[in-house]
């Protein structure tokens, strides 16, 4: 009777050990909580519009005395972005919310035809160029242990020229801004490790227009600015 109570004793207790080592050994869930900084680097593209119009001595505008590229009035703005980013996250259960901050080298640009109204002779050639980027954001997703699914938007920022030359490429005239305007998008990122992170972000931006006129040259010309860009990233984590 004494050995089977002891035996039945045995097993409780290796039962209630083995219980209390699982417990010990299971990981715990990540926690996104904390700021973080970090690289990107990607590519952005986009179709915009572009006018062209001739100013007279009396400075009004005629609106339809040049065309560009023969009638469609497009042009593709696309190239590298890449630069270093900054934020903080608060994680409640599987909620996580943030900010985030970016700043960023930018070469986006292209050339444009300015033809006459008949589609024949070059009158001049514009030149669009965004030769730097920066945003601020919230952040906002879901997080599935070491992944995280998130939508981020805010302010966008960016320094922006438009040049406008003659048939010879000689400038007529230049305008170079700081532009503001809206972004928004998502991605993924994914802990490697307590510390390192990567993702993957797709954002649209648009920063508005930007317009070069000028009555000595005799001209009044305005680009869109807006563009997609698919950025990778790596963010190492203080917490």
Same mark, same amino acid.
Request: glycine share 16%; aromatic share 12%.
């Given at each position: 009777?004494? +050995? ?8 409780s ?19 996104w909580?904390g ?40 042009f593709?703005?696309?190239? /590298? ?16 919310? !943030? ?11 292209d ?25 601020? +954001?919230? +952040? ?27 048939? /010879?490429?000689?400038? /007529? ?7 503001? !305007? ?20 797709? +954002? ?34 203080f917490?």
């Amino acid at each position: 009777m004494f +050995r089977k109570c002891l035996l039945i004793g045995s097993v409780s207790v290796l039962f209630s050990a083995g219980a209390q080592a699982a417990d010990i050994i299971e990981p715990a869930a990540y926690d996104w909580t904390g700021p973080y900084i970090g690289l990107q680097a990607g590519y952005a593209w986009g179709e915009n519009d572009l006018s062209a119009g001739n100013v007279d001595t009396g400075g009004d505008v005629q609106i339809d005395a040049a065309i560009i590229n023969g009638e469609d009035g497009t042009f593709d703005l696309d190239g /590298f972005v890449g630069g270093a980013h900054a934020g903080y996250n608060w994680q409640s259960d599987s909620l996580v919310l !943030g900010v985030e901050g970016d700043i960023e080298f930018a070469d986006l640009n292209d050339e444009v035809d300015i033809l006459g109204v008949d589609g024949g002779d070059l009158l001049g050639v514009d030149e669009v160029e965004v030769n730097w980027l920066g945003s601020l +954001r919230l +952040r906002a997703g879901f997080a599935a242990d070491r992944a995280l699914f998130y939508a981020t938007g805010g302010l966008a920022v960016g320094g922006a020229k438009l040049t406008a030359n003659d048939e /010879f490429g000689d400038k /007529f005239a230049d305008e170079s801004d700081t532009k503001w !305007g809206w972004t928004v998008g998502g991605g993924v990122e994914y802990a490697f490790t307590d510390d390192l992170s990567g993702r993957i972000e797709y +954002r649209y931006a648009d920063l508005g227009k930007i317009n070069v006129r000028s009555e000595e040259a005799g001209v009044d010309d305005e680009a869109e600015l807006a563009f997609h860009a698919i950025r990778a990233g790596l963010s190492w984590h203080f917490q």
